[in-house]
């Protein structure tokens, strides 16, 4: 059986029985996140089911951006994108930026990525295409931390993000769930 069966089995025997709180009587819940709130994570499948509640985040409470590495690319990239459409549109007033130990994007390269590809048979023009960006991307990140740090201070200087918002920048353990304050975005607001 394939994957999209398995998961489409699954979700009809969810709708037999769902929870209340993930259904029309779910009154509390919208698209507006009440803690105000954008948390820009990676998309390791650890975070899930695990990332929020250890921060105590619930359903409804965050508008949650999941990317590989969560970083972000450019002064308008699909982070960014979603950031605007939260701020201005949802009514979030903080960002956090949390990265993860044990990183798989510490160990991805750009020739590693492009040697996937060829062998997956993308052609070689389309990544030329991107290979610059592709380098910028997948090379520089080494070091978790230092991603945070480097994703907190260009969402910081973006001059589309309003300089009022805050932006911080945390570290979570997969196994743990301890969460470490790399960043506290307070104390570099404006005066």
Known sequence: ???????????????????????????????????????????DTRLVNFLEPALGIARGEAKVIKTAGNGVTGVFDGTIRSLLVCIYELGIKEIIVIGHHECGMAKTTS???????????????????????????????QHPEQNVEDTVDQIRMNPLIPKDVPVHGLMFHPRSGKIDTIINGYEHMPK
Request: aromatic share 6%; proline share 5%.
């Open 1 to 43: 059986m394939a994957i999209l069966d398995d998961l489409l089995k699954a979700n009809e025997a969810f709708c037999e029985n769902p929870p209340v709180d993930y259904t029309q009587e779910d009154v509390k819940s919208s698209k507006l996140p009440q803690k105000q709130l954008a948390i820009i994570t990676c998309m």
């Open 111 to 141: 020739e590693g990525l492009t040697k996937a590809m060829l062998s997956r048979g993308v052609a070689p023009e389309a990544i030329h295409m991107i290979s610059k960006e592709l380098k910028e991307w997948a090379d520089e990140f």
